[in-house]
């Protein structure tokens, strides 16, 4: 492949990693995987361990968007485990392998919270380290990355006043300092809106997503993220004139994008197209979900297309068969639980109340 390179050369425009980066803009990840997979191997059999990190990284973040987390963390553990050894400290220690050191870490959080191996305690002990190497490195303007998957990890934990406040922070530090190795600041202010939305503070959210609307998004996939966060704040505030629009785009937007895209687009379709009772669309997209998280395999994957589908069969009178989703949720919420997920609990609690008000 040409995209090899000497040791400490610099990157030269390439087109297979050109061709890479087209087809990861469009939204075709497995596409570009298929680009950069074979560099990358080729790359962490050399003596350049930088640019095979480099590689190893974008290979990463791919294998994390079509649902391949595991493997996914193996490479960024590649990563981790070169740059902790004493003998590439010094090539390590310049501010561009830094930068990959610190995205190392950001990765490695951001694969590992949907991973049953670890805890979320777990996960922010490896931020906790991350913000120790930014301080070794005299780099305290780079922790917005850290404060961004803090934040996500508060989230999933339940712990919503804080997954906002460090939301809030990880987007002031990015503002101050754009350049920090982190997500994009739209993706920060999006996944604030969400959290502001869990917090009852509607109007603030409304804002902020139809303000990303309205601003160049640079990618199909912040598109995505933009229109399924606001079709789910349109359905907490009852505009399904909102909501069905953005439902819509979604689904759109989502085809050939990998398995977790296309259980977020069609996650939104199902609660915008019960909102509006087209049961036979909604039907549709709870089986797009089912297709999409089976390929997943991740419990917190299964246990949303089991709560799609009891809703679906909820809403058709399908009693027998919303009983037989409502016990699978269950054991999925349980293998959740363990992680520190309280919020899957909750939400087989609310159906369990409303099957048996059905019965009742």
């Not at 987007?171 to 994009?184: D, G, M, N, R, T």
């Not at 160049?216 to 909501?243: F, I, P, T």
């Not at 639980?337 to 309280?342: E, Q, S, T």
Request: hydrophobic content about 50%.
């Amino acid at each position: 492949m040409s995209a090899e390179r000497s040791a400490g050369a610099p990157a030269l425009r390439d087109p297979v990693l050109e061709e890479a980066t087209r087809l990861e803009r469009s939204g075709d990840f497995a596409g570009s995987l298929g680009q950069i997979a074979p560099l990358a191997e080729s790359a962490r059999a050399s003596a350049d361990v930088l640019w095979a990190s480099e590689l190893s990284l974008r290979e990463s973040r791919l294998l994390a968007l079509i649902g391949e987390r595991e493997l996914a963390l193996l490479r960024v553990d590649w990563v981790m485990v070169r740059a902790q050894a004493p003998e590439h400290r010094e090539v390590f220690s310049q501010e561009k392998a830094a930068r990959t050191v610190v995205m190392s870490f950001l990765l490695f959080a951001n694969a590992a919270k949907d991973e049953l191996r670890m805890g979320f305690q777990e996960v922010l002990g490896v931020l906790e380290q991350a913000d120790q190497l930014l301080e070794q490195l005299n780099r305290r303007e780079w922790k917005a990355g850290v404060c961004s998957e803090r934040a996500g990890i508060y989230e999933r934990m339940g712990r919503s006043q804080e997954a906002v406040e460090e939301s809030r922070l990880a987007i002031e530090l990015k503002v101050q300092c754009p350049s920090a190795p982190s997500h994009a600041l739209s993706a920060m202010q999006r996944s604030l809106a969400r959290r502001l939305q869990h917090l009852g503070q509607v109007e603030e959210a409304k804002q902020l997503l139809l303000s990303l609307r309205q601003t160049e998004v640079y990618s199909v996939l912040e598109q995505l993220g933009v229109e399924c966060e606001l079709g789910h704040l349109a359905l907490q505030l009852g505009d399904l004139a909102l909501a069905e629009p953005s439902a819509v785009r979604a689904l759109a937007l989502s085809e050939g994008m990998g398995a977790a895209q296309r259980i977020a687009a069609a996650g939104l379709a199902v609660e915008v197209f019960l909102a509006l009772q087209r049961l036979p669309e909604a039907s549709t997209a709870a089986k797009e979900v089912r297709a999409a998280a089976t390929q997943l395999g991740s419990s917190a994957a299964l246990f949303a297309a089991a709560q799609d589908e009891f809703d679906v069969a909820f809403a058709q009178g399908e009693t027998a068969r919303a009983t037989g989703l409502l016990a699978e949720m269950a054991a999925h919420a349980q293998a959740l639980a363990v992680r520190g997920n309280a919020s899957s609990q909750a939400q087989v609690e609310l159906r369990r109340v409303k099957l048996a008000a059905k019965h009742g």
